[in-house]
């Protein structure tokens, strides 16, 4: 394992997925990501070809761009995650190519119409510059024309929401204690989450990079993409102080 995959970096745990995997993919999760599909696809305006999709976790959108018609690459370092995508695709009857790799190594020189990265699958790393080499490297791996569609948690939103503790009663009778918090001036996000389970804690912590939409336009202007539009969701809506997601679509001219 090299030092990009080392168990130092919470994303590479296994364990991590492996014990929230439940709490956060659960069916809901999974019921809305052809809406999901269908709405970046329009945002987009691609509706076929290959597709890469990012940081595909479990393959919940990577299994309905396939049932829609696109060739997919799901590419994710985890091979816990990998192997929930195998089998949830094959109970869809859909094909993917799955890739396990870090996203900050993956690149196919201009294979991809489209690019997905759904659900803050962005902005894992400590080192601000790899978040532009991955941008970088999605830029390549888009043909002339392509387009990526970003799906992340916005600065501004979480500096006006941010609650120190969340509680969350769940089905079997645990609970799950969520405890973020902002760092950094305010540039990344630090999670805890405790999960309480009789007289039985687990304890996680994990992190990400928390962009502006001008911070983010910025980062996609200077990975190559040239026009750039900021949503609220993935249903076109503005950008503005109501807006609960940040949503970038990014074409390579």
Request: with cysteine; aromatic share 10%; proline share 3%.
């Amino acid at each position: 394992m090299s030092d990009r995959e080392s168990s130092s970096e919470w994303y590479a745990d296994e364990a991590f997925w492996d014990t929230f995997y439940e709490r956060m993919f659960d069916e809901e999760s999974f019921g809305r990501a052809a809406a999901e599909v269908d709405a970046a696809c329009r945002l987009a305006g691609v509706g076929d070809g290959a597709a890469l999709d990012l940081g595909c976790g479990p393959g919940r959108h990577s299994a309905p761009l396939a049932r829609a018609g696109f060739e997919v690459t799901g590419v994710d370092l985890s091979a816990f995650l990998l192997d929930r995508a195998r089998a949830y695709a094959d109970r869809e009857g859909v094909h993917v190519e799955w890739v396990r790799e870090d996203m900050r190594r993956f690149r196919r020189p201009g294979a991809f119409r489209l690019a997905l990265s759904m659900f803050t699958s962005f902005g894992y790393f400590e080192d601000p510059a790899d978040d532009l080499l991955v941008l970088e490297n999605v830029f390549q791996s888009l043909a002339p024309g392509g387009v990526l569609v970003l799906d992340t948690l916005g600065k501004e939103w979480v500096c006006r929401n941010l609650q120190p503790v969340h509680l969350r009663e769940l089905d079997d009778g645990g609970l799950l204690i969520e405890r973020p918090m902002l760092a950094d001036n305010m540039t990344r996000i630090h999670n805890e989450w405790l999960l309480v389970q009789g007289d039985r804690v687990i304890r996680r912590e994990f992190s990400h990079q928390l962009y502006s939409g001008q911070e983010l336009a910025d980062r996609l202007h200077a990975a190559g993409f040239g026009e750039v539009s900021l949503y609220g969701g993935l249903d076109g809506s503005e950008y503005d102080l109501e807006a609960t997601r940040l949503v970038a679509v990014a074409r390579r001219d």
